[in-house]
């Protein structure tokens, strides 16, 4: 019996490293094909692929426009563009993502900037998801979008990145908010005081890990839908000019929300006046 193929695949990447052969290992093949648009470039294993991937590519380019007018992000020229097109890495396999990652079961994908596995914007994920092109894709094309716009490594709640990296998933928010409402009313909702310090890497309690994103997405479309785009926008600015996540509050919603307790406050109350 042969070797899986996502086995084979996990070996090279360990030896060879993720994204590219290292220089002087020309005698060895490269098994990843790979496409390119004019922001992202994907690699992937098998031939027969080609189509989705193309279809990935148009998408990721659709939900880079619209991802970018969300948060206020003044596109320039070379952003994404040419050696810094941000690589879209689809394994065979969820075996193979998993092994060659470490991420827990419920991790269908994760975007990486400048680590160790990969030294380049980087959306990881792989081949035969259905929700992939609806969910995952702009759900990390949003990580790195925030990150460069804001900056990576800041001090802020994990919660409200993640629920902007769900805003332009298909389907989400209706059903998020319907979700949210019982658990509210019923006060079993994640109190801000553990809510903005808490984060779900390694969470392998999938209930836990459902709780928060829908928190998530549910406080960040009640700053959305409740005060608009241009106050969100206003947010984001002042988050990336290096303010607090209260201070950034204070300042895009003067006089409404002062801090993040009162946000909460105004949160809980949106879902007892419906």
């Not at 895009?252 to 809980?268: D, M, Q, V």
């Amino acid at each position: 019996m042969g070797l899986h193929p996502a086995i084979i695949l996990l070996f090279w990447c360990i030896f060879l490293g993720a994204a590219s052969v290292p220089a002087g290992a020309t005698d060895v093949k490269d098994p990843f094909i790979e496409l390119t648009s004019e922001h992202f470039r994907a690699r992937f294993t098998m031939e027969d692929e080609r189509t989705q991937v193309q279809t990935v590519l148009r998408r990721a380019e659709d939900y880079y426009g619209r991802i970018a007018d969300k948060i206020g992000y003044s596109r320039y020229q070379d952003f994404w563009t040419w050696d810094r097109r941000v690589v879209i890495m689809l394994y065979p396999d969820q075996y193979a993502y998993a092994r060659f990652t470490g991420f827990p079961q419920w991790s269908k994908a994760y975007a990486s900037r400048d680590t160790r596995l990969f030294r380049e914007h980087t959306i990881v994920s792989y081949n035969g998801q259905d929700n992939f092109l609806d969910e995952i894709l702009p759900h990390e094309i949003t990580h790195l979008m925030f990150w460069d716009y804001v900056g990576q490594g800041k001090l802020l709640p994990v919660w409200f990145e993640e629920g902007l990296a769900q805003l332009e998933e298909s389907g989400k928010k209706d059903q998020v908010q319907a979700i949210m409402g019982p658990i509210v009313s019923a006060g079993k909702q994640i109190p801000f005081d553990s809510f903005n310090v808490i984060s779900i890497t390694g969470e392998k309690d999938e209930i836990k890990v459902s709780l928060f994103y829908a928190q998530s997405l549910s406080v960040v479309l009640f700053l959305l839908e409740k005060y608009g785009n241009d106050a969100f926008i206003r947010f984001c600015r002042e988050l990336r000019d290096g303010r607090s996540f209260d201070d950034s509050l204070r300042r895009a919603y003067p006089s409404i929300i002062g801090s993040s307790k009162e946000l909460e406050t105004r949160w809980i109350r949106h879902f007892q006046q419906q």
